[in-house]
């Protein structure tokens, strides 16, 4: 008789591997996939990337930082994201600790010079499983992540570990090209991989290293964000929403649960336009390197942005509870930008390094995309990496050197990075347009339409309605070809279209009568 159990973990186990582990001999260190950068995108890749089978033999993922991001960062989580985080089993302690933006309220600037309420509407984003997004820091995010990784892997992120360089080297080891200089803990060592990602963020050295550029502008305007609990007598404090003023305009993103029992506020703040010398005034650089601008950026204080915060919310106050206690702050400018190209292939046309989350697409953060386009590049890569890694894909010499599978993640998640890009230029144009005294009925017009624009935006913006094109792998004349009886064009409400989501409905389980969400996965 077993001494095994038969309940069911409470984790998922990870996929047998189809095909063995081809890690071979030689005196450097060789791993089928290597991820550089453990933010967002590299944790979920890497974490995927386990429960698809790859063990540590098989898999590497380093991270320059020596732990996971503490405080700041990114801190909103959209509906299918959210979706997707459930069918990992990893959305409850989420929806348990974040705050839900249950409302969206409008605020206007007044003819005394002041502000006053224009709106309040329900922060609905759709049909889907959660229809309202979560914030919540990137720190519990990754924590969550950290501690389901350690039922599938025992080295976890490597940290304390900086990419110096990475290059492909077919005649050095044609199964294994790739080769990464990595220094950990001062220490340099060599590394030979299948494939590389780089999900090392916007100043990315794998992006670098291959020549890959970041094409796109920034807008001369600077923006400043503070984390902290407000004592306050603003009544909107605890809803998500907009402050337009004639001083410049804030955001108010509510937060989680302190450990102390406070709530915390994210504020994201319009700073005033800096008047600059006739000589200084140079157009701003495509690069981002324009010394000038970083020099405006670093002059910009934590005292800075407090003394804009209260100009623009007058006649309320506002400042932290405990005076100088400021969870995380920094200044940033809105730019838009996305790489010429997403992987780089071998002679043989087999691509080798990828690219994925801010390594390959920059915007503004108020849309609240970042972190939820990162992920969802993880999520598109890791089955295709994890099939080709175990020969589930087609061969790429049977079809002349390239492999389709792999071909489909930067055809698609290109468009979607693109159209992150135009919705981002659109939305924070908008949301910048500085009020002057006497424009305030001019004002009220351009908040409707902007409102208007916010509810047309839902459906990419909650990332229900993202759609990808027809390829290898989406054939939109199925449906036709096989007598489909329901036809439309509604597809964000759940006419059937591939290339998109299946819609979130409530369905019940004929073996019991058990009522669940279709989106919710395996139900035990």
Not at 155 to 163: E, P, V, Y
Not at 191 to 208: M, P, W, Y
Not at 315 to 322: D, T
Request: hydrophobic share 35%; net charge negative.
């Amino acid at each position: 008789m077993s001494n095994s159990s038969r309940v069911a973990l409470p984790y998922s186990a990870p996929l047998p591997r189809v095909s063995p582990e081809h890690i071979g001999g030689g005196r450097d260190e060789k791993y089928e996939v290597v991820v550089v950068g453990a933010g967002p995108a590299g944790f979920m890749l890497e974490l995927l990337l386990a429960r698809h089978g790859l063990s540590d033999q098989s898999l590497l993922c380093i991270d320059l930082k020596p732990s996971r991001v503490r405080c700041g960062q990114a801190d909103g989580l959209q509906p299918r994201t959210l979706e997707v985080l459930k069918t990992m089993g990893l959305v409850d302690t989420i929806l348990q600790d974040g705050c839900q933006l249950w409302e969206m309220a409008i605020w206007k600037p007044s003819q005394d010079q002041f502000i006053e309420r224009f709106s309040i509407t329900e922060n609905i984003t759709g049909p889907a499983r959660y229809q309202r997004a979560v914030t919540i820091s990137q720190g519990i995010i990754e924590q969550i992540f950290e501690e389901d990784l350690s039922h599938y892997s025992q080295r976890g992120i490597q940290r304390n570990s900086k990419l110096v360089n990475v290059s492909i080297d077919e005649l050095g080891d044609p199964d294994f090209p790739v080769v990464a200089t990595v220094e950990t803990d001062g220490i340099p060592r060599t590394v030979r991989t299948k494939f590389l990602v780089g999900a090392d963020g916007a100043h990315s050295t794998v992006r670098k290293c291959i020549g890959v550029h970041l094409n796109g502008e920034s807008i001369d305007d600077f923006w400043g964000v503070i984390d902290f609990v407000a004592d306050t007598n603003f009544p909107d404090i605890r809803r998500f929403g907009r402050i337009h003023s004639h001083k410049g305009t804030i955001m108010v993103i509510p937060r989680e649960q302190t450990v102390n029992g406070d709530y915390l506020t994210r504020l994201y703040v319009q700073m005033p336009v800096q008047e600059l010398p006739e000589a200084d005034s140079r157009p701003v650089s495509q690069n981002g390197t324009d010394s000038t601008r970083k020099s405006r950026k670093s002059q910009i204080t934590l005292e800075d942005i407090f003394q804009q915060v209260s100009k623009i919310f007058e006649p309320y106050h506002i400042k932290a509870k405990v005076e100088g206690v400021i969870d995380w702050w920094t200044v940033y400018q809105i730019g838009q930008r996305v790489a010429d190209r997403f992987t780089i292939k071998d002679s043989k046309g087999m691509n080798r390094i990828f690219l994925t989350g801010d390594s390959c697409h920059t915007h503004s953060p108020k849309a609240g995309q970042g972190m939820n386009i990162s992920m969802m590049d993880a999520h598109n890569l890791s089955w295709k990496l994890a099939y080709t890694v175990q020969g589930l894909s087609l061969d790429p010499a049977e079809i002349g050197g390239s492999n389709t599978l792999l071909d489909t993640y930067e055809f698609e998640r290109y468009k979607i990075a693109q159209q992150l890009i135009d919705f981002d230029k659109e939305y924070s144009s908008a949301f910048s347009k500085r009020v002057r005294v006497g424009e305030e009925k001019d004002a009220e017009a351009t908040l409707k339409q902007d409102l208007e624009l916010y509810e047309e935006s839902i459906s990419f913006a909650s990332g229900c309605g993202v759609e990808y094109p027809e390829s290898n792998i989406v054939n939109r004349a199925f449906p036709d070809t096989h007598g489909d009886p329901i036809h439309g064009t509604n597809f964000f409400h759940g006419i059937l279209r591939p290339g998109r989501r299946l819609l979130n409905v409530k369905v019940r389980r004929f073996a019991d009568g058990f009522d669940r969400d279709l989106q919710d996965g395996e139900s035990k």
